[in-house]
Protein backbone atom coordinates (compact mmCIF):
# COMPACT_ATOMS: atom_id res chain seq x y z
CA UNK A 1 0.00 0.00 0.00
CA UNK A 2 1.17 2.92 -1.10
CA UNK A 3 1.42 5.33 2.14
CA UNK A 4 2.70 9.12 2.52
CA UNK A 5 3.38 10.51 5.53
CA UNK A 6 4.23 14.25 6.31
CA UNK A 7 5.56 16.13 8.94
CA UNK A 8 7.43 18.65 10.14
CA UNK A 9 4.96 21.65 10.10
CA UNK A 10 4.01 23.59 13.42
CA UNK A 11 3.84 27.52 14.27
CA UNK A 12 7.13 29.88 13.33
CA UNK A 13 7.69 33.03 13.19
CA UNK A 14 7.80 35.49 10.26
CA UNK A 15 11.42 35.44 9.07
CA UNK A 16 11.57 32.20 10.42
CA UNK A 17 12.58 28.91 9.03
CA UNK A 18 10.70 25.33 8.55
CA UNK A 19 11.73 21.88 7.48
CA UNK A 20 8.98 19.53 6.15
CA UNK A 21 9.16 15.81 5.54
CA UNK A 22 7.46 13.36 3.62
CA UNK A 23 8.17 9.76 4.41
CA UNK A 24 7.08 6.97 1.28
CA UNK A 25 6.55 3.63 1.49
CA UNK A 26 4.31 1.11 -0.40
CA UNK A 27 6.28 1.56 -3.68
CA UNK A 28 9.70 2.31 -5.68
CA UNK A 29 10.41 5.69 -4.04
CA UNK A 30 14.36 6.54 -5.89
CA UNK A 31 12.52 5.18 -9.11
CA UNK A 32 9.64 8.50 -8.27
CA UNK A 33 9.19 12.27 -9.12
CA UNK A 34 7.83 13.77 -5.75
CA UNK A 35 5.73 16.94 -5.40
CA UNK A 36 5.00 19.61 -2.70
CA UNK A 37 1.32 20.88 -3.01
CA UNK A 38 0.09 23.50 -0.43
CA UNK A 39 -3.42 24.56 0.65
CA UNK A 40 -4.10 27.74 2.34
CA UNK A 41 -7.06 27.59 4.88
CA UNK A 42 -10.19 27.74 3.34
CA UNK A 43 -8.45 28.30 0.08
CA UNK A 44 -7.45 26.36 -3.13
CA UNK A 45 -4.57 24.10 -4.09
CA UNK A 46 -0.99 25.35 -5.02
CA UNK A 47 1.71 23.35 -6.56
CA UNK A 48 5.10 24.05 -4.97
CA UNK A 49 7.84 22.38 -6.46
CA UNK A 50 8.85 19.16 -7.72
CA UNK A 51 12.16 16.57 -8.00
CA UNK A 52 13.09 13.89 -10.00
CA UNK A 53 13.98 10.61 -8.50
CA UNK A 54 17.95 11.75 -9.24
CA UNK A 55 17.72 15.20 -8.15
CA UNK A 56 18.63 16.05 -11.30
CA UNK A 57 15.14 17.80 -11.98
CA UNK A 58 13.78 20.65 -9.38
CA UNK A 59 10.92 22.99 -10.18
CA UNK A 60 9.66 25.74 -8.27
CA UNK A 61 6.11 27.88 -8.06
CA UNK A 62 7.75 31.39 -9.53
CA UNK A 63 6.54 32.62 -6.48
CA UNK A 64 8.32 30.66 -4.30
CA UNK A 65 11.70 30.30 -5.80
CA UNK A 66 14.42 31.38 -3.63
CA UNK A 67 13.08 30.73 -0.20
CA UNK A 68 11.79 26.95 -0.31
CA UNK A 69 14.62 24.03 -1.25
CA UNK A 70 13.30 20.68 -1.66
CA UNK A 71 15.68 17.89 -1.76
CA UNK A 72 14.95 13.61 -1.23
CA UNK A 73 17.15 11.42 0.18
CA UNK A 74 16.36 8.06 -1.51
CA UNK A 75 17.99 6.12 1.05
CA UNK A 76 15.60 7.03 3.41
CA UNK A 77 12.57 7.08 1.03
CA UNK A 78 12.05 10.64 2.14
CA UNK A 79 11.39 14.02 0.45
CA UNK A 80 12.02 17.32 2.38
CA UNK A 81 10.95 20.72 1.77
CA UNK A 82 13.32 23.59 3.38
CA UNK A 83 11.42 26.64 3.58
CA UNK A 84 13.26 30.30 4.80
CA UNK A 85 12.21 33.76 5.55
CA UNK A 86 8.51 32.55 6.29
CA UNK A 87 5.54 34.52 5.79
CA UNK A 88 1.97 34.99 6.89
CA UNK A 89 0.93 34.44 3.58
CA UNK A 90 2.97 30.83 3.76
CA UNK A 91 0.63 29.50 6.54
CA UNK A 92 -1.07 26.36 4.70
CA UNK A 93 -1.32 22.51 4.97
CA UNK A 94 1.26 21.35 2.68
CA UNK A 95 0.94 17.83 1.17
CA UNK A 96 3.41 15.97 -0.78
CA UNK A 97 2.25 13.64 -3.53
CA UNK A 98 3.85 11.47 -5.99
CA UNK A 99 4.03 11.44 -9.79
CA UNK A 100 3.17 8.49 -11.54
CA UNK A 101 5.67 8.14 -13.75
CA UNK A 102 6.56 4.53 -14.18
CA UNK A 103 9.81 5.23 -16.43
CA UNK A 104 12.81 7.18 -14.86
CA UNK A 105 13.01 10.38 -16.35
CA UNK A 106 9.58 11.26 -17.84
CA UNK A 107 6.82 12.94 -15.72
CA UNK A 108 2.85 12.02 -15.57
CA UNK A 109 2.34 15.57 -14.79
CA UNK A 110 0.07 14.68 -12.24
CA UNK A 111 -1.02 13.29 -9.07
CA UNK A 112 -1.80 9.63 -7.47
CA UNK A 113 -0.86 9.51 -4.43
CA UNK A 114 -1.36 12.05 -1.55
CA UNK A 115 -0.14 12.21 2.06
CA UNK A 116 -2.99 14.12 4.99
CA UNK A 117 -0.70 16.91 5.27
CA UNK A 118 1.01 18.82 7.80
CA UNK A 119 0.12 22.39 8.82
CA UNK A 120 2.76 25.22 8.53
CA UNK A 121 1.37 28.16 10.97
CA UNK A 122 3.16 31.31 10.09
CA UNK A 123 2.07 34.17 13.14
CA UNK A 124 3.92 36.72 15.15
CA UNK B 1 -1.43 29.73 -17.18
CA UNK B 2 -4.32 30.47 -15.48
CA UNK B 3 -6.75 27.65 -15.06
CA UNK B 4 -10.39 28.80 -14.35
CA UNK B 5 -13.19 26.60 -13.51
CA UNK B 6 -16.94 27.44 -13.65
CA UNK B 7 -18.81 27.58 -12.07
CA UNK B 8 -17.27 28.38 -8.69
CA UNK B 9 -20.25 26.72 -6.35
CA UNK B 10 -22.65 24.59 -8.10
CA UNK B 11 -25.90 23.07 -6.47
CA UNK B 12 -27.04 20.17 -7.59
CA UNK B 13 -29.52 17.25 -6.21
CA UNK B 14 -28.73 13.56 -6.23
CA UNK B 15 -29.14 11.82 -9.77
CA UNK B 16 -28.36 14.99 -11.67
CA UNK B 17 -25.79 14.97 -14.33
CA UNK B 18 -23.72 17.96 -13.60
CA UNK B 19 -20.56 19.46 -15.86
CA UNK B 20 -17.96 21.52 -14.03
CA UNK B 21 -15.63 23.67 -16.93
CA UNK B 22 -11.94 24.24 -16.76
CA UNK B 23 -10.36 27.11 -19.24
CA UNK B 24 -6.70 27.19 -19.78
CA UNK B 25 -5.73 31.09 -20.06
CA UNK B 26 -3.23 29.58 -23.35
CA UNK B 27 -3.36 26.02 -25.49
CA UNK B 28 -2.09 22.92 -22.97
CA UNK B 29 -1.46 19.82 -24.55
CA UNK B 30 -3.78 17.88 -22.85
CA UNK B 31 -1.76 17.42 -19.21
CA UNK B 32 -5.12 17.87 -17.93
CA UNK B 33 -6.36 16.00 -14.64
CA UNK B 34 -9.78 16.50 -11.98
CA UNK B 35 -9.03 15.81 -8.15
CA UNK B 36 -11.75 15.36 -5.61
CA UNK B 37 -11.50 16.90 -2.37
CA UNK B 38 -13.46 16.72 1.01
CA UNK B 39 -13.48 18.95 4.14
CA UNK B 40 -9.74 18.06 5.91
CA UNK B 41 -8.74 15.57 3.45
CA UNK B 42 -6.27 15.10 0.64
CA UNK B 43 -7.18 15.64 -2.68
CA UNK B 44 -8.31 12.24 -4.57
CA UNK B 45 -7.45 11.71 -8.90
CA UNK B 46 -10.27 11.08 -10.25
CA UNK B 47 -9.33 11.87 -14.17
CA UNK B 48 -5.69 12.02 -15.38
CA UNK B 49 -4.90 13.15 -19.33
CA UNK B 50 -8.19 14.72 -19.81
CA UNK B 51 -9.91 11.93 -20.06
CA UNK B 52 -8.86 8.53 -18.37
CA UNK B 53 -10.17 7.65 -15.56
CA UNK B 54 -7.99 6.38 -12.39
CA UNK B 55 -7.93 3.39 -11.35
CA UNK B 56 -10.70 2.33 -8.57
CA UNK B 57 -13.09 5.93 -9.59
CA UNK B 58 -16.35 5.35 -10.70
CA UNK B 59 -17.79 5.52 -13.99
CA UNK B 60 -19.80 7.81 -13.84
CA UNK B 61 -17.01 10.52 -13.61
CA UNK B 62 -15.76 11.24 -16.90
CA UNK B 63 -13.47 13.66 -17.99
CA UNK B 64 -12.87 15.14 -21.45
CA UNK B 65 -11.80 18.39 -23.53
CA UNK B 66 -8.66 19.85 -25.56
CA UNK B 67 -6.82 22.84 -26.38
CA UNK B 68 -7.98 25.30 -23.50
CA UNK B 69 -11.50 24.06 -22.63
CA UNK B 70 -12.09 20.70 -20.67
CA UNK B 71 -14.78 19.52 -18.77
CA UNK B 72 -15.71 16.87 -15.96
CA UNK B 73 -18.93 15.30 -16.34
CA UNK B 74 -20.76 13.39 -12.63
CA UNK B 75 -23.24 11.35 -15.00
CA UNK B 76 -25.59 10.93 -11.88
CA UNK B 77 -24.40 12.62 -8.89
CA UNK B 78 -24.42 10.42 -5.58
CA UNK B 79 -24.53 11.60 -1.75
CA UNK B 80 -20.74 10.95 -1.68
CA UNK B 81 -19.89 13.29 -4.34
CA UNK B 82 -20.88 16.51 -3.11
CA UNK B 83 -17.04 17.67 -2.72
CA UNK B 84 -14.97 20.52 -4.12
CA UNK B 85 -13.44 19.53 -7.46
CA UNK B 86 -10.22 21.13 -8.86
CA UNK B 87 -8.93 20.84 -11.91
CA UNK B 88 -4.65 20.80 -12.87
CA UNK B 89 -2.40 21.84 -15.36
CA UNK B 90 1.18 20.86 -16.34
CA UNK B 91 2.92 23.63 -18.83
CA UNK B 92 6.56 24.30 -19.50
CA UNK B 93 7.63 23.19 -16.19
CA UNK B 94 4.75 24.57 -14.18
CA UNK B 95 1.91 23.22 -12.10
CA UNK B 96 -1.55 25.04 -11.72
CA UNK B 97 -4.55 24.02 -10.54
CA UNK B 98 -7.94 26.10 -11.10
CA UNK B 99 -9.91 27.31 -8.19
CA UNK B 100 -12.27 24.96 -7.39
CA UNK B 101 -15.91 24.17 -7.60
CA UNK B 102 -17.78 23.23 -4.64
CA UNK B 103 -20.63 21.14 -5.68
CA UNK B 104 -23.50 20.92 -2.87
CA UNK B 105 -26.86 19.57 -2.10
CA UNK B 106 -29.91 21.24 -3.64
Known amino acids: EVQLVESGGGPVKPGGSLRLSCAASGFSFSSSNMNWVRQAPGKGLEWVSSISPTSDSIYYADSLRGRFTISRDNAKNTVYLHMDNLRAEDTAVYYCARDPALTTGTWAYYFDYWGQGTLVTVSS | IQMTQSPSTLSASVGERVTITCRAS??????LAWYQQKPGKAPKLLIY???SLQSGVPSRFSGSGSGTEFSLTISSLQPDDFATYYC?????????FGQGTKVEIK
Open chain 2, 49 to 51: KAS
Open chain 2, 26 to 31: EYISGW
Open chain 2, 88 to 96: QQYNSYSWT
